[in-house]
């Protein structure tokens, strides 16, 4: 067993294709099929479900997966602690990050990288929940989640902003008269929001039940592209957060803020607390947290 053939498997459980995984790691797929028979063969177990293409895992390739994962983490993490031993970071920092934030983490990441040359990003716009199961399953090091105390005996957070939020509308048809709007005034709109399951939605639900305000909602998306050009288009209204930028993308566009209204939760970077925890993560963390600091001054 190698380090490749792990690599080899958990490529194929990221795009499910036998040529696609092969491609991804610079083999040929006979070379890729043959080295994951091997493993099999190894392990003693059937770890992957074939027909004529990829179906999906055995219950045993799942529980080895799992492992496998831990194994490429622990091996990334060691190349990682030598580098900072050399005094440098080196690797790829492998970042979740929710679609609707009152906070835009890429100018931190942007310094980040500015300070660390051989350091490499990958980038997921994800759910609260797949953040923090992806920093559970190791497919993450760290994440900007929506997260609070309910959370802390599995993940360190460092709280990066506290959203509230607004409602983005087409100025050339609608106004409204207040600077700052109640949940009522948006009864009676068109509105767009996010698909169901989203930290972002739930709290929006949430705020709009505790107004007794119901909605029908004429446009419901897990995009926030596709949101925004709605909005653009005069198709609706929505709710967004503060501080977003979001209204800068059209200058038609304004975000309008709601009184009282805030997410559920702040929002966080989050990384695992149990091992492994890469040098990357860790860097990351420290780094965020004394940015905010200085911020704070």
Not at 225 to 239: D, H, K, M, P, Y
Request: charged content about 25%; some cysteine.
């Amino acid at each position: 067993m190698d380090i490749r053939q792990l690599q080899y498997l958990v490529a194929l459980d990221e795009v499910r294709h036998f040529g696609d995984a092969a491609a991804r790691c610079h083999v040929t797929q006979p070379a890729l099929s043959m080295r994951l028979r091997q493993l099999e063969e190894e392990l003693g177990l059937t770890l992957v479900t074939r027909g004529h293409r990829f179906v999906g895992f055995t219950a045993e390739g799942e529980r080895i997966l799992a492992w496998a994962r831990a194994v490429l983490a622990a091996h990334d993490g060691l190349h990682a602690e030598a580098s900072v031993c050399r005094g440098q970071l080196v690797g790829t920092l492998r970042v979740g990050m929710v679609p609707l934030a009152g906070f835009e983490p890429i100018p931190l990441l942007q310094q980040f990288a500015a300070q660390h040359a051989d350091v490499r990003f990958e980038l997921k716009s994800l759910s609260s929940e797949q953040i923090l199961e992806g920093l559970d399953t190791n497919k993450l090091d760290a994440g900007f989640a929506y997260a609070d105390g309910r959370h802390e005996r599995k993940y360190r957070l460092l709280e990066v902003a506290d959203t509230s939020m607004g409602l983005l509308f087409n100025r050339e048809r609608w106004s409204f008269a207040a600077e700052t709007l109640d949940w009522s005034d948006l009864e009676k709109l068109p509105l767009g929001i996010l698909s169901k399951g989203m930290h972002f939605r739930q709290s929006v639900d949430h705020a709009l039940q505790s107004a007794g305000v119901e909605i029908t909602p004429l446009v419901e998306t897990d995009s926030v592209e596709f949101l925004v050009q709605s909005v653009s288009a005069g198709l609706c209204c929505a709710v967004m957060p503060m501080g977003g930028g979001l209204e800068q993308r059209d200058e038609t566009l304004e975000l309008r803020p709601i009184a009282g209204s805030h997410t559920l939760a702040p929002l966080c970077l989050a990384t695992r607390r149990s091992a492994p925890v890469s040098a990357l993560a860790e860097a990351l963390q420290q780094f965020v947290c004394e940015r905010l600091a200085l911020t704070d001054q």
